[in-house]
């Protein structure tokens, strides 16, 4: 099966600074590649996703970006903020059905 | 327009005893998901359910552990003989299910402890 690896597992940065969180995959065949964000006793959200035919996708301050080949994406986000403190995962699916969760990343944004 | 929701938020029950997690998914969801989360790590796949039918159990244990999805009412995960090591939280996730509109969302979790 698909085998998701995360890193960092802990991030700190300073307010307004970037964050880059990296995740590689192991089946070629995955071509769904989302993001969540978790805040502490609650889900997981949404906030950003990308498709095995697009390189880079951007929202505001989240991006994220694929290397097919590599086998590797990444999310960034720009100029943080204290609320972005939080633990982030990345996920890979193959596909229609269940994702495949790296181990999470605890961000925090130090003001 | 409600999200996934997921009762009971937290649950405890005693070595031995039976849990039962409920899941509804958004309105117009017909794909349910189970994940269980142990403290500080990822989310571990557990089974994919459309309404009346198991899709893929791939990743529940064999034993104690059971999913169903009926026509009408939410989706149960029911857990028997509960032990430690079921202690965890458990989130649901729903999607519409289309190709082009497969994304997951979750509910905010059950945290079952036992005793």
């Known amino acids: 099966g698909e085998n998701v690896e995360q890193h960092p597992s802990t991030l700190s940065v300073q307010e307004g600074d970037s964050a880059v969180i990296k995740c590689t995959y192991s089946?070629?065949?995955?071509?769904?590649f989302p993001w969540y964000k978790q805040e502490l006793g609650k889900g997981p959200q949404l906030i950003i996703d990308i498709r095995s035919n697009v390189g880079e996708k951007k929202d505001q301050r989240i991006a994220v970006t694929l290397n097919k080949t590599a086998k590797h994406f990444s999310l960034h986000i720009t100029e943080t903020q204290p609320e972005d403190s939080a633990v982030y995962f990345c996920a890979a699916r193959t596909g229609a059905n269940n994702l495949f969760f790296g181990t999470g990343t605890r961000l925090t944004v130090i003001p | 327009n409600a999200g996934v929701m997921q009762n009971p938020r937290h649950l405890v029950r005693r070595r031995g005893q039976e849990a039962r997690l409920r899941c509804s998914p958004m309105k117009g969801h017909s794909h349910v998901y189970w994940y269980r989360q142990l403290p500080e790590e990822g989310l571990k796949f557990m089974v994919y359910?459309?309404?009346?039918?198991?899709?893929?159990e791939s990743g529940m244990p064999k034993e104690r552990f059971s999913a169903e999805f009926p026509k009408e009412g939410p989706s149960i995960l029911r857990i028997q003989q509960v032990v430690r090591g079921d202690s965890a939280a458990y989130f649901c996730?729903?999607?519409?299910?289309?190709?082009?509109?497969?994304?997951?969302?979750f509910g905010p979790g059950t945290r079952l402890t036992v005793l």
């Open positions: 996730a729903s999607s519409l299910g289309t190709v082009r509109s497969n994304e997951q969302f």
């Open positions: 359910l459309q309404k009346e039918n198991i899709i893929d």
């Open positions: 089946d070629s065949a995955s071509n769904y």
